[in-house]
């Protein structure tokens, strides 16, 4: 099928979606569920073979563990969408509303973007966790996943499809959309029949949907998150959330990737957190401090600091005071999730008010930055814009809103 048919297919299925009951989408999330689940077997094996051409075409470890289905993260993926059902419906919300002196009312309602467009790379868990999201709130989802995952997209796809036709929902609320670039360009082109584009990716791809889309884009962004170990931070602390936000799963966008540490207590806490790295294999890029210290500390380089390396490699640097860190915060970081390790009320303050994050942390690891730890279900993406939604995406960031007026014959005149 043309990706145009897909789109207008999408848009007809939409409509009838925007007004569906919270009782038939929950139906359809549960469906999904269990079709999914029946075709786990079905699902790794497609996975399997898409790992496999990734390995074998060398491609980066990172990678691999995004695209890697276990039958745990399989396992994850239904619970995430029987999750989902369990959550309150957000279309019909009441945001506001008042009645004017002249007897009018206003409300303003929460209603579904109507056509979602999903561009990602690799990870085939976001084809389950996007379709259910999008279908909880209203919205028909075109899924274009990379090319490394076709074949566990597809699998996964026809799973939810079967679970939407089993209880009577159009299975064109949810698609997958194959092909090449040419593809993605139709997407970003297609205004009006795609109300919003997500990018879920590395910073190549957000960069080239924001800046050649035709279609409203929310931008989801690359983590280069940062752990400041302040003066009065508690040790052991800040060794167990460095070693969960950095070594747990390096490869995902809130883990760990440069860590600040206060001069006071550099000479204490480094060769510490130095041996811990070393025993979890990391390898750790620091400056001239730091070097010092450590005879395996590789010479930090520019790039280090800048870029979202996904792997077990950690800046670390030191930095004399508090307004040091966040200077280096607001150079460095990508809006995504920052971290404070403190005992001071005063710094913990100072630091939730003046970095400009998506989420700001103190005293917790950056890993809870997560749809699903945040309670929302499953997640479509981090937003690290400014306008409409930031942070983890849920279903309340999957609506717009809209006015209605209700009056008895008032006009302005």
Not at 194 to 216: H, K, Y
Not at 252 to 267: G, K, Q
Not at 278 to 292: L, P, S
Not at 350 to 377: I, K, P, Y
Request: with cysteine.
């Amino acid at each position: 099928m043309q990706f145009s048919d897909q789109a207008r297919a999408a848009k007809d299925a939409s409509r009838s979606l925007a007004t569906a009951s919270r009782a038939v989408k929950d139906a359809a999330l549960h469906a999904m569920a269990d079709a999914l689940a029946a075709a786990e077997e079905d699902v790794l094996a497609a996975n399997a073979r898409d790992v496999s051409a990734a390995e074998e075409s060398g491609a980066a470890p990172a990678l691999v563990d995004r695209l890697r289905l276990t039958p745990a993260r399989v396992t994850a993926m239904v619970d995430g969408l029987r999750q989902l059902a369990g959550l309150p419906d957000p279309v019909g919300d009441v945001v506001r509303g008042w009645t004017n002196p002249n007897g009018v009312q206003v409300r303003q309602l929460r209603v579904p973007l109507g056509v979602v467009g999903i561009i990602y790379e690799a990870r085939p868990n976001v084809t389950a966790d996007a379709a259910g999201i999008c279908l909880k709130s209203g919205n028909a989802a075109l899924l274009r996943g990379s090319s490394s995952a076709l074949q566990s997209n597809t699998a996964v796809t026809a799973a939810l499809r079967r679970g939407l036709q089993a209880v009577g929902v159009d299975p064109d609320v949810v698609q997958l959309v194959a092909g090449g670039r040419e593809v993605t360009k139709e997407m970003m082109a297609a205004r009006g029949l795609v109300d919003v584009l997500i990018p879920r990716g590395g910073a190549g791809l957000i960069n080239a949907v924001v800046t050649g889309s035709q279609v409203p884009v929310i931008e989801t962004g690359t983590g280069n998150c940062h752990l400041v170990v302040d003066a009065t931070a508690d040790q052991d602390v800040a060794l167990g959330i460095m070693v969960d936000a950095k070594v747990r799963r390096p490869s995902v966008c809130n883990s760990l990737e440069t860590m600040l540490v206060h001069r006071d207590i550099a000479a204490e806490f480094l060769p510490r957190a130095l041996a811990v790295l070393a025993q979890h294999e990391v390898t750790v890029h620091g400056d001239a401090d730091v070097v010092a210290l450590d005879d395996r500390v590789v010479p930090a380089t520019e790039e280090d600091f800048t870029e979202e390396a996904l792997s077990l490699d950690l800046s670390v640097a030191v930095v004399d005071d508090l307004d040091a860190a966040l200077a280096h915060v607001r150079r460095y970081s990508s809006g995504h999730s920052e971290t404070i390790v403190t005992g001071s009320v005063r710094a913990a303050d100072r630091f939730t008010a003046e970095v400009d994050a998506a989420a700001v942390l103190v005293n917790t690891s950056s890993r809870f930055v997560d749809g699903g730890e945040f309670g929302f279900g499953a997640e479509i993406g981090i937003s690290t814009q400014k306008l409409h939604a930031r942070g983890p995406m849920g279903l309340a960031e999957m609506t717009s809103t809209k006015y209605v007026v209700v009056g008895d014959g008032q006009v302005r005149g």
